[in-house]
């Protein structure tokens, strides 16, 4: 466990902190302690922390006042979406006010000519997607939960599409961002190019609530193809489904998913989303296009397939089978939760360059045969991103410091490897032991970077680092 090092905090000021914001908020303030419990926890295995408030405001201008009146009390504040976060990043680990955004539930604009959006914070992906179906329109980013975009952007997340269209990273044009000081700022305009100065909106994004709180966001839409076509895909060897990956991207096949799950994750989603593909190690694949554009990028994937002892490919087409087939893929945490009733999932998510992806993976898996955990192994490999997913008891001291080994030697191999401790998960609490590893000397400049953005330190303390 982290245990970050901060000034602890005054509960003589977060008791005024509390009346100012009763007198600014009525009952849209809540101590109560069902409401904090709510707002204590994320869906990661970290321990849960309970804040000492939780506000509810309508407003970007509402959200100003409260942090001006943490800034005044130094009193630390927590943004909170959806709560579906993987390494603690919406954890009050020092108390203090969470801000809950439920209410900023608005499709804010459509710019269906230009394809943008502008969504306000807790707007989930798949409110969006409803919302803009009926134009033709869909915005692609999907991590495993139904979470919100402006948590989303806080956290830099990704999930199956981004092989094809890229993360938060690529898909966000601008946010509109309350600072630690209460200062309200828009980091861009509308314009798809922009060469005028800092590039803000790169710096919120993956920030995960540590150098403002996100209370809009416009992204970037995409037109529904005109042909879309799901499939699954089972091999005799781990290895061959991993090469079939990594010759497809090399080959540069605009495919819009591919996902390996191995046999154990497999046997884990057939149980829980009531499937019976082969409990082997399968890729999950989809093309979007143009009719003949599918056909063409299916055949070349179904020969790369073939070569490496990969079976029949078992298509989903009817609209229904296809979104069951993603459901059931997007469902893997709860999946594996229910493998083993009370257990908690640690999720893990490295990345590393494509030509690494075989190697990295092969060699986790023999680190898995050698040990008492189960952990399944899902991925968004046409990224060179995967994760395991360990099914642990948090009160077991022997479940948790094997879960720890295991992680930390996938984290290092990765970084080895020239990749990353996360690829979308965000450094929460789970990996700031890593950030140095993988930074070095870049992370001086990241603490310069929040010491001038939040110099109280009173944004979301505890993550990505200590101060
Ligand atoms: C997923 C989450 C674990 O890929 O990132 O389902
Ligand atoms: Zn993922």
């Given at each position: 466990?982290?245990?970050?090092?901060?000034?602890?905090?005054?509960?003589?000021?977060?008791?005024?902190?509390?009346?100012?914001?009763?007198?600014?908020?009525?009952?849209?303030?809540?101590?109560?302690?069902?409401?904090?419990?709510?707002?204590?926890?994320?869906?990661?295995?970290?321990?849960?922390?309970?804040?000492?408030?939780?506000?509810?405001?309508?407003?970007?201008?509402?959200?100003?006042?409260?942090?001006?009146?943490?800034?005044?009390?130094?009193?630390?504040?927590?943004?909170?979406?959806?709560?579906?976060?993987?390494e603690?990043?919406?954890?009050?680990?020092?108390?203090?006010?969470?801000?809950?955004?439920?209410?900023?539930?608005?499709?804010?604009?459509?710019?269906?000519?230009?394809?943008?959006?502008?969504?306000?914070?807790?707007?989930?992906?798949?409110?969006?997607?409803?919302?803009?179906?009926?134009?033709?329109?869909?915005?692609?980013?999907?991590?495993?939960?139904?979470?919100?975009?402006g948590?989303?952007?806080?956290?830099?997340?990704?999930?199956?599409?981004?092989?094809?269209?890229?993360?938060?990273?690529?898909?966000?044009?601008?946010?509109?961002?309350?600072?630690?000081?209460?200062?309200?700022?828009?980091?861009?305009?509308?314009?798809?190019?922009?060469a005028?100065?800092?590039?803000?909106?790169r710096?919120?994004?993956?920030?995960?609530?540590?150098?403002?709180?996100?209370?809009?966001?416009?992204?970037?839409?995409?037109?529904?193809?005109?042909?879309?076509?799901?499939?699954?895909?089972?091999?005799?060897s781990?290895?061959?489904?991993?090469?079939?990956?990594?010759?497809?991207?090399?080959?540069?096949?605009?495919?819009?998913?591919i996902?390996?799950?191995?046999?154990?994750?497999?046997?884990?989603?057939?149980?829980?989303?009531?499937?019976?593909?082969?409990?082997?190690?399968?890729?999950?694949v989809?093309?979007?296009?143009?009719?003949?554009?599918?056909?063409?990028?299916?055949?070349i994937?179904?020969?790369?397939?073939?070569?490496?002892?990969?079976?029949?490919f078992?298509?989903?087409?009817?609209?229904?089978?296809?979104?069951?087939?993603?459901?059931?893929?997007?469902?893997?945490?709860?999946?594996?939760?229910a493998?083993?009733?009370?257990?908690?999932?640690?999720?893990?998510?490295?990345?590393?360059?494509?030509?690494?992806?075989?190697?990295?993976?092969?060699?986790?898996?023999?680190?898995?045969?050698?040990?008492?955990?189960?952990?399944?192994?899902?991925?968004?490999?046409?990224?060179?991103?995967?994760?395991?997913?360990?099914?642990?008891?948090?009160?077991?001291?022997?479940?948790?410091?094997?879960?720890?080994?295991?992680?930390?030697r996938?984290?290092?191999?990765?970084?080895?490897?020239?990749?990353?401790?996360?690829?979308?998960?965000?450094?929460?609490?789970?990996?700031?032991?890593?950030?140095?590893?993988?930074?070095?000397?870049?992370?001086?400049?990241?603490?310069?970077?929040?010491?001038?953005?939040?110099?109280?330190?009173?944004?979301?303390?505890?993550?990505?680092?200590?101060?």
């Amino acid at each position: 466990m982290q245990t970050a090092t901060a000034a602890p905090i005054s509960q003589t000021a977060v008791q005024t902190a509390i009346a100012e914001l009763q007198a600014l908020l009525g009952d849209r303030l809540s101590t109560s302690t069902g409401v904090r419990d709510h707002h204590s926890k994320d869906e990661s295995w970290h321990i849960p922390h309970r804040p000492d408030a939780v506000a509810f405001p309508n407003t970007t201008e509402e959200v100003s006042k409260i942090v001006q009146v943490c800034a005044r009390h130094r009193v630390p504040v927590v943004a909170y979406g959806t709560g579906t976060s993987l390494e603690g990043a919406v954890i009050p680990e020092f108390g203090g006010v969470v801000i809950d955004l439920v209410n900023f539930d608005q499709v804010l604009q459509v710019n269906a000519e230009d394809l943008d959006v502008t969504v306000q914070a807790r707007v989930t992906r798949k409110q969006l997607n409803d919302y803009i179906r009926d134009q033709g329109l869909f915005f692609p980013i999907d991590p495993g939960a139904d979470a919100s975009l402006g948590g989303m952007a806080a956290t830099r997340a990704s999930g199956t599409n981004a092989v094809r269209y890229g993360t938060m990273r690529e898909n966000v044009l601008g946010l509109t961002v309350v600072l630690a000081d209460g200062r309200i700022i828009r980091t861009s305009r509308r314009a798809r190019k922009s060469a005028a100065g800092y590039d803000l909106t790169r710096l919120f994004v993956g920030s995960e609530g540590t150098l403002g709180i996100i209370t809009e966001v416009t992204l970037r839409l995409y037109g529904i193809p005109e042909a879309m076509a799901a499939a699954v895909c089972s091999f005799d060897s781990l290895e061959g489904a991993i090469n079939t990956v990594i010759q497809t991207i090399q080959l540069g096949v605009p495919i819009a998913r591919i996902e390996l799950l191995d046999d154990v994750q497999m046997d884990s989603v057939n149980r829980f989303s009531k499937l019976d593909y082969p409990v082997k190690d399968t890729l999950f694949v989809e093309f979007h296009g143009t009719e003949n554009g599918v056909k063409e990028q299916a055949e070349i994937v179904q020969s790369i397939a073939a070569e490496h002892g990969g079976g029949e490919f078992k298509w989903a087409t009817k609209p229904e089978e296809r979104s069951h087939l993603w459901t059931a893929r997007h469902d893997v945490t709860y999946a594996n939760k229910a493998l083993r009733p009370g257990c908690e999932i640690w999720a893990t998510d490295v990345c590393v360059p494509i030509s690494r992806l075989a190697e990295c993976i092969l060699e986790t898996k023999k680190d898995l045969k050698e040990s008492f955990l189960i952990a399944p192994l899902v991925g968004h490999v046409g990224d060179g991103n995967f994760h395991l997913g360990f099914l642990i008891n948090r009160e077991d001291p022997k479940e948790l410091a094997e879960a720890e080994r295991l992680n930390e030697r996938l984290v290092m191999r990765a970084l080895s490897m020239d990749g990353t401790c996360t690829g979308e998960h965000g450094i929460g609490l789970g990996k700031m032991k890593f950030l140095v590893a993988e930074h070095g000397e870049a992370v001086s400049v990241m603490r310069e970077v929040k010491k001038a953005l939040d110099p109280l330190g009173i944004m979301n303390p505890g993550k990505i680092f200590s101060m």
